[in-house]
């Protein structure tokens, strides 16, 4: 290859899926079997995953969008790490990409 050639790189775009979704493939989501047999239906989210929805609003923005937030695996990994580990003040602060929009911008008003 000549020095003058310029080598394309193509980026893949990064794969987003719903919060709920993540949550289940890294299994932590539960549904009580007594539930299922009821026909009702019933997921329990692991503590991270409850305490990350809190910090970032991602229950916020599925009751006002109606439907769940996309994330990449790499952010929602971020989320749930920032949510159970305070910084050195003893704060928690959210993974940025991973804020609620509508959270966001109710916050800002």
């Not at 299994?27 to 989210?45: C, F, H």
């Not at 003040?89 to 990409?97: F, I, V």
């Amino acid at each position: 290859m000549d020095k003058t050639e310029k080598k394309e790189v193509k980026l893949t775009p990064k794969v987003t899926k719903p919060v709920t979704q993540l949550a289940r493939e890294r299994g932590l989501v539960r549904s009580p079997q007594r539930a299922i047999e009821r026909g009702r239906p019933l997921d329990i989210y692991s503590v991270e995953h409850s305490a990350a929805s809190a910090l970032h609003g991602w229950h916020y923005e599925e009751s006002v969008t109606g439907v769940p937030l996309q994330l990449t695996e790499d952010d929602y990994v971020a989320a749930l790490n920032a949510a159970v580990t305070p910084n050195k003040l003893g704060k928690y602060t959210p993974h940025g990409p991973a804020v609620s929009p509508q959270l966001a911008a109710r916050r800002s008003k």
